[in-house]
Nanobody, 129 residues
Framework: QVQLVESGGGLVQAGGSLRLSCVASGRTFSRYVMGWFRQAPGKERAFVAAISWSGGSTTLIDSVKGRFTISRDNAKNTVYLQMNSLKPEDTAVYYC??????????????????????WGQGTQVTVSL
């Protein structure tokens, strides 16, 4: 019973910034790989970023490298997605997700939606021209 709740979405002008937060409750947050996915209108939900439970390993898709940063604060049971230089094509519903892992890093399966056991409700990000 792990509950995930996202927040921080909204409407922002192109070039602006947002920081998404995802708070976990229901059990310990440590030893969970945490990821962010997004779903744009008319498109499939897609992987965006992930972070190992140690915080020492991260993955971001090429289209957001240099603009987005994923981080976590295990003491607060929270994972963040800092989004800078936002573009209209970033418009989507953003979901956080997690799964338990004994591994300190990230194995290839961390980019697959099917790997994740726990999901938040999503938060809307809209980037205007």
């Amino acid at each position: 019973q792990v509950q995930l709740v996202e927040s921080g979405g909204g409407l922002v002008q192109a070039g602006g910034s947002l920081r998404l937060s995802c708070v976990a409750s229901g059990r310990t947050f440590s030893r969970y790989v945490m990821g962010w996915f997004r779903q744009a209108p008319g498109k499939e939900r897609a992987f965006v970023a992930a972070i190992s439970w140690s915080g020492g390993s991260t993955t971001l898709i090429d289209s957001v490298k240099g603009r987005f940063t994923i981080s976590r604060d295990n003491a607060k049971n929270t994972v963040y997605l800092q989004m800078n230089s936002l573009k209209p094509e970033d418009t989507a519903v953003y979901y956080c997700a997690g799964y338990y892992s004994d591994y300190v890093g990230l194995r290839p399966r961390h980019t697959s939606e099917a790997t994740y056991d726990y999901w938040g409700q999503g938060t809307q990000v809209t980037v205007s021209l």
